[in-house]
Nanobody, 114 residues
Framework: QVRLVESGGGSVQAGGSLRLSCAGSGIIFSWNAMDWYRQAPGKQRDLVAYIMPDGRTWYTASVKGRFTISRDNAANTLYLQMNSTKPEDTAVYYC????????WGQGTQGTVSA
């Protein structure tokens, strides 16, 4: 059974940093693309970044240069380092992967105050 569990959310002031983690079980991270999504109140869930099995990464324009996606294959853990945060980064952050089925974590709240 695949399980994804996010952690590391919290509250910071604008310009501060957050580091989100997504621990996985029942799936081998290194074999799959891994995504971070976020959903702000009243808005749709949007893709923030992904990392491919070969290490290639992609970022949505609004976070490029500020966020870094990475993973520790040995620990089966995905990370999102959020630097130079802005109030518009406030959202629930979800990790997601696909391996014959779509798998999501439960989400972790990140709040950035002005």
């Amino acid at each position: 059974q695949v399980r994804l569990v996010e952690s590391g959310g919290g509250s910071v002031q604008a310009g501060g940093s957050l580091r989100l983690s997504c621990a996985g079980s029942g799936i081998i991270f290194s074999w799959n693309a891994m995504d971070w999504y976020r959903q702000a109140p009243g808005k749709q869930r949007d893709l923030v970044a992904y990392i491919m099995p070969d290490g290639r990464t992609w970022y949505t324009a609004s976070v490029k240069g500020r966020f870094t996606i990475s993973r520790d294959n040995a620990a089966n853990t995905l990370y999102l380092q959020m630097n130079s945060t802005k109030p518009e980064d406030t959202a629930v952050y979800y990790c997601r992967t696909y391996d014959n089925s779509d798998y999501w974590g439960q989400g972790t709240q990140g709040t950035v105050s002005a």
